[in-house]
């Protein structure tokens, strides 16, 4: 049984979208392979945290899930379809899964005979076979899981499909993102009725990023900068899709601001996104006698109550 997406992420179903994205946040910094290297527990439970997440934060992936449960995010599903047999099964009794979640497996597309076939063929009374037609394989539904730079560079993934057929490489387009589905024709379960194979269909997930978001096509980065930085300006490197580029921080600096960099976002197809780099200003961390010196210096020029008119 699938586990419940909001137990995954520790919060109740009524949680808001920031709720869910906070308890994400917490949970995908603890989890992060990185923090947790060979540790294969804490990598399945990231991916399941992460899975959850892509489901919940998106409105209409959220709202198939709580109608549906788990059933809805998998490859193929119909909701049409799936509402006509819930219209049906109302009347002649059919039962339910586990999560009051059907189990019904014509309302998935590419699984044999649709709903509505199925539907035609009893009222129309027929029965038996389709006329010796020649049924294709079923579809195999399998997961990859990419780094964040892989999903926004692009990259080529060289596959071993567990049917015993021959290794296969996957060209991920670049601009991928969380959620993705390739299908790779006739990769899938071979016929039993010496029709066509079905294919071979991966959803795409990826692994957060320890600095950068990403928004739909665009990028944020959270980017350091010293004092003297802030205060005099400069240029500094600033990594993007493109490579590096030399980033003007003009001069009085202050933490929190943005600046934009257009067109040095996510590429996907004809359409790229840009970069929005926030400075945070770093202070020196050591306990010496000169730095205390110098901010009290600098705490001479502050002019007025740096937090005058915040107020709730």
Same mark, same amino acid.
């Given at each position: 049984?699938?586990?419940?997406?909001?137990?995954?992420?520790?919060?109740? $179903?009524?949680?808001?979208?920031?709720?869910? $994205?906070?308890?994400?946040?917490?949970?995908?910094?603890?989890?992060?392979?990185? %923090?947790?290297?060979?540790? %294969?527990?804490?990598?399945?439970?990231?991916?399941?945290?992460?899975?959850?997440? *892509?489901?919940?934060?998106?409105?209409?992936?959220?709202?198939?899930?709580?109608?549906?449960? !788990?059933?809805?995010?998998?490859?193929?599903? +119909?909701?049409?379809?799936?509402?006509?047999?819930?219209?049906?099964?109302?009347?002649?009794?059919?039962? /339910?899964?586990?999560?009051?979640?059907?189990?019904?497996? +014509?309302?998935?597309?590419?699984?044999?005979?649709?709903?509505?076939?199925?539907?035609? !063929?009893?009222?129309?009374?027929?029965?038996?076979?389709?006329?010796?037609?020649?049924?294709?394989?079923?579809?195999?539904?399998?997961?990859?899981?990419?780094?964040?730079?892989?999903?926004?560079?692009?990259?080529?993934?060289?596959?071993?499909? *567990?049917?015993?057929?021959?290794?296969?490489?996957?060209?991920?387009?670049? &601009?991928?993102? #969380?959620?993705?589905?390739? /299908?790779?024709?006739?990769?899938?379960?071979?016929?039993?009725?010496? &029709?066509?194979?079905? #294919?071979?269909?991966?959803?795409?997930?990826?692994?957060?990023?320890?600095?950068?978001?990403?928004?739909?096509?665009?990028?944020?980065? !959270?980017?350091?900068?010293?004092?003297?930085?802030?205060?005099?300006?400069?240029?500094?490197?600033?990594?993007?899709?493109?490579?590096?580029?030399?980033?003007?921080?003009? %001069?009085?600096? *202050?933490?929190? *601001?943005?600046?934009?960099? $257009?067109? $040095?976002?996510?590429?996907? &197809?004809?359409?790229?996104?840009?970069?929005?780099?926030?400075?945070?200003?770093?202070?020196?961390?050591?306990?010496?006698?000169?730095? #205390? %010196?110098?901010?009290?210096?600098?705490?001479?020029?502050?002019?007025?109550?740096?937090?005058?008119?915040?107020?709730?």
């Amino acid at each position: 049984m699938a586990a419940d997406l909001y137990q995954e992420l520790g919060v109740a $179903k009524t949680a808001s979208e920031a709720e869910i $994205k906070k308890a994400y946040k917490k949970l995908a910094t603890k989890l992060h392979p990185d %923090k947790n290297p060979g540790d %294969k527990r804490v990598e399945t439970r990231f991916k399941a945290v992460n899975r959850a997440y *892509q489901t919940l934060s998106d409105p209409k992936k959220r709202a198939l899930y709580d109608e549906f449960g !788990d059933d809805a995010m998998r490859e193929g599903f +119909d909701v049409q379809a799936a509402r006509a047999y819930q219209r049906a099964s109302q009347g002649y009794g059919a039962s /339910r899964g586990p999560g009051g979640s059907f189990r019904f497996e +014509d309302i998935f597309t590419g699984g044999g005979a649709g709903i509505g076939d199925l539907f035609g !063929d009893l009222f129309s009374g027929k029965a038996g076979g389709r006329g010796g037609a020649r049924m294709r394989g079923s579809d195999i539904a399998s997961e990859i899981t990419i780094d964040f730079s892989q999903a926004v560079l692009g990259t080529e993934v060289a596959l071993t499909l *567990q049917n015993g057929g021959d290794p296969v490489t996957v060209r991920i387009p670049a &601009g991928a993102t #969380d959620g993705d589905r390739l /299908r790779i024709a006739g990769r899938g379960q071979p016929s039993p009725h010496s &029709g066509p194979p079905g #294919d071979l269909v991966l959803a795409i997930r990826v692994r957060p990023h320890p600095h950068f978001e990403r928004k739909e096509l665009d990028l944020h980065l !959270d980017l350091p900068i010293t004092v003297g930085e802030a205060y005099r300006g400069g240029k500094v490197p600033v990594p993007t899709p493109e490579g590096s580029v030399n980033l003007t921080i003009p %001069k009085h600096a *202050q933490s929190g *601001q943005v600046l934009r960099l $257009k067109g $040095k976002g996510v590429h996907r &197809g004809k359409n790229v996104g840009d970069l929005y780099v926030r400075f945070l200003i770093r202070l020196p961390d050591s306990d010496s006698r000169d730095v #205390d %010196k110098a901010v009290d210096e600098m705490e001479r020029f502050m002019r007025g109550n740096v937090r005058a008119g915040i107020e709730l």
